[in-house]
Nanobody, 128 residues
Framework: QVQLVESGGGLVQAGGSLRLTCAAS????????MGWFRQAPGKEREFLAA????????YYAHSVKGRFTISRDNAKNTVYLQMNSLKPEDTAVYYC?????????????????????WGQGTQVTVSS
């Protein structure tokens, strides 16, 4: 079982930046990839980005590509999400998750069903 802890959320003005951190512990050898999702009130959990541990590939949702950047530190079993040019519609609880299997090709890691362990989430609020 992998334990995930997110941090770095907070309140920021529109146009600002935040960097979220997801630290993994426990059975880290099981990690194939880690992803970031978010969930706004009354909406479904939305895929944002994923990073593969084995080959370094990254995957992004169209809605955040160019504004958000996922990166990882293998030695620390940590994944980051750098968020720039934030908008009020980016307000949500942000979650990281551990992928259940290795995937390759188009559309990888975009669904919640591809993930096992989830963090508790960190709130990001963007004011206008």
């Amino acid at each position: 079982q992998v334990q995930l802890v997110e941090s770095g959320g907070g309140l920021v003005q529109a146009g600002g930046s935040l960097r979220l951190t997801c630290a993994a512990s426990g059975r880290t050898f099981s990690l194939y990839a880690m992803g970031w999702f978010r969930q706004a009130p009354g909406k479904e959990r939305e895929f944002l980005a994923a990073a593969s541990w084995s080959d370094g590939n990254t995957y992004y949702a169209h809605s955040v590509k160019g504004r958000f950047t996922i990166s990882r530190d293998n030695a620390k079993n940590t994944v980051y999400l750098q968020m720039n040019s934030l908008k009020p519609e980016d307000t949500a609880v942000y979650y990281c998750a551990d992928a259940l299997y290795r995937c390759s090709g188009y559309g990888c890691y975009e669904t919640t069903a591809e993930y096992g362990s989830w963090g508790q989430g960190t709130q990001v609020t963007v004011s206008s």
